[in-house]
């Protein structure tokens, strides 16, 4: 795979990234704990009929070499350097939980590359309640990252999905999980734990979609309703799902994504 250089706050970063297909660009940014093909696959193979889709592994992900400490800032200048690195000069962006985080920072401070822009699960500024959680992430991270596999299935999928499965399925789950965990996440979880954009989402000029999970129970729907009604004109569209939608209702939310960037492709 490509590596892009990029010199992040405090160092020089490479960043590792997927590219496919042809056409107009799309960026596609992964969440917490996971990488570019655990989120995007599906829809990375949808798109790349019509589309130029890159997905890059940020901090803490994948092969990506980068500094021990990373800002939100940091995530989208990554994000940026692998789009330049394949050649785009303006793209569609999607971001899931903290990949959408940082793609409302890169929206926000290059609105000229961006052109339409589908958020996830966002939050405008970390709070006590999340601090909390993401402090916890932290601790079981560095001391038992079995039992985090064991958490996050109960908190990332609504609980009717849960309670729907065998014994089996749920520790299948948890066995995924803990095949996506590395000690390389802190840094995520750093960023997750300091996160706030609340001065950047009404400088957002990209037409804008926010996907909003109803059962979320990482990013309560209250604090994704704030980003939507932050941004101007967004639109919003809710589900009944919790904060792992696109593993609960993959075809709804790849629809939804590739659906308004079609809308938006030479609009």
Do not use: C
Not at 60 to 89: F, K, N, W
Not at 145 to 160: G, I
């Amino acid at each position: 795979m490509p590596f892009a250089p990029v010199t992040l706050t405090n160092g020089p970063s490479t960043v590792e990234y997927l590219v496919t297909g042809s056409g107009p660009g799309v960026v596609l940014v992964h969440g917490t704990f996971a990488n570019a093909e655990a989120n995007w696959a599906e829809l990375m193979a949808e798109l790349g009929e019509r589309y130029t889709v890159v997905a890059p592994n940020y901090a803490g992900s994948g092969a990506t070499a980068a500094p021990d400490t990373v800002t939100v800032d940091d995530l989208a200048a990554q994000v940026l350097a692998a789009a330049d690195h394949a050649g785009l000069t303006s793209f569609h962006l999607a971001g899931h939980s903290l990949g959408a985080v940082a793609a409302a920072a890169l929206a926000a401070r290059h609105p000229e590359r961006v052109n339409s822009l589908v958020l996830h699960a966002p939050w405008a500024a970390t709070g006590i309640r999340a601090a909390a959680q993401f402090e916890l992430w932290q601790h079981l991270l560095r001391t038992d990252p079995a039992a985090l596999a064991r958490l996050l299935p109960l908190t990332v999928l609504k609980p009717e999905t849960v309670a729907s499965w065998s014994a089996a399925d749920f520790e299948d789950t948890v066995a995924a999980f803990a095949g996506l965990l590395a000690p390389s996440h802190a840094v995520q979880v750093a960023a997750d734990r300091d996160a706030d954009i609340r001065d950047l989402l009404p400088r957002i000029t990209s037409a804008t979609l926010v996907l909003a999970s109803a059962q979320d129970q990482i990013v309560p729907i209250a604090e994704q309703r704030e980003v939507a009604h932050a941004i101007p004109a967004a639109e919003y569209l809710e589900f009944d799902a919790g904060h792992a939608l696109p593993l609960e209702d993959g075809p709804a939310f790849a629809k939804a994504i590739t659906e308004f960037f079609d809308r938006h492709t030479d609009a």
